[in-house]
């Protein structure tokens, strides 16, 4: 008699135990895309989803911004408050908060929405929650989408997505914004070199949508 098969893991599940292979997974740094589009602009009130280790959370801090980062793992949010406080982060200036983005909801509009390489190899419905954070941009205020236009040379997990990795035009379409409220800053595809989790050395396409909403 042939076993069940394992039960999929949570989104929750996922992610710690994904966070768990190592002291910390990422670089550490804020995302260039991040660094490149939003330096210029007045700082106000961010939202960082999917904010991870805290890395883009405690740059928009360190600029002025007043930050709410939000992800599913506990585990990555202990290191995004050390390293805020490593950084001379006051607590009252970054905000963060565990929730799955799948179901959470903002209550109070943001200048800047980032999210930046929001990706899951667990189901995730990526379209809806982006869509929710348009919704949560103030006028006047800017939407950054950052995300891979393939998956990196040294991913492990298969399930990206189901598989797709849209172009900015798509993403901009699954937003279904009314182009009368907002203007398209950004909507390209450019390359960088990254470094994988084992040292590997790749140049990596990402996608970047930047609007603004009037």
């Known amino acids: 008699m042939s076993e069940e098969p394992a039960p999929a893991p949570s989104a929750r599940q996922f992610w710690e135990q994904r966070y768990g292979e190592r002291h910390r997974i990422w670089s550490g740094r804020a995302n260039a895309a991040l660094v490149a589009n939003v330096a210029a602009l007045a700082p106000g009130h961010a939202l960082d989803l999917g904010c991870g280790e805290g890395a883009d959370s405690v740059w928009l801090a360190a600029q002025g911004w007043?930050?709410?980062?939000?992800?599913?793992?506990?585990?990555?949010?202990?290191?995004a408050r050390e390293h805020a406080r490593d950084s001379g982060i006051p607590d009252a200036q970054l905000e963060l908060q565990q929730a799955d983005?799948?179901?959470?909801?903002?209550?109070?509009?943001?200048?800047?929405?980032?999210?930046?390489?929001l990706h899951s190899p667990v189901e995730f419905p990526?379209?809806?929650?982006?869509?929710?954070?348009?919704?949560?941009?103030?006028?006047?205020?800017h939407l950054l989408i950052v995300g891979h236009a393939a998956p990196p040379p040294w991913s492990k997990h298969a399930r990206h997505d189901s598989g797709e990795f849209p172009t900015p035009e798509r993403q901009l379409e699954e937003l279904l914004l009314s182009s009368d409220q907002w203007d398209t800053v950004l909507?390209?595809?450019?390359?960088?070199?990254?470094?994988?989790?084992?040292g590997q050395q790749a140049v990596l396409e990402d996608t970047i949508l930047f609007v603004r909403r009037r």
């Open 187 to 198: 909507a390209r595809t450019q390359s960088r070199e990254a470094t994988g989790p084992d």
């Open 126 to 141: 990526r379209a809806a929650v982006l869509r929710t954070a348009a919704d949560a941009v103030a006028p006047g205020g």
């Open 101 to 117: 983005l799948a179901s959470w909801q903002p209550t109070k509009a943001y200048d800047l929405v980032s999210a930046c390489f």
């Open 66 to 79: 007043q930050v709410t980062g939000v992800d599913i793992s506990a585990t990555a949010l202990a290191r």
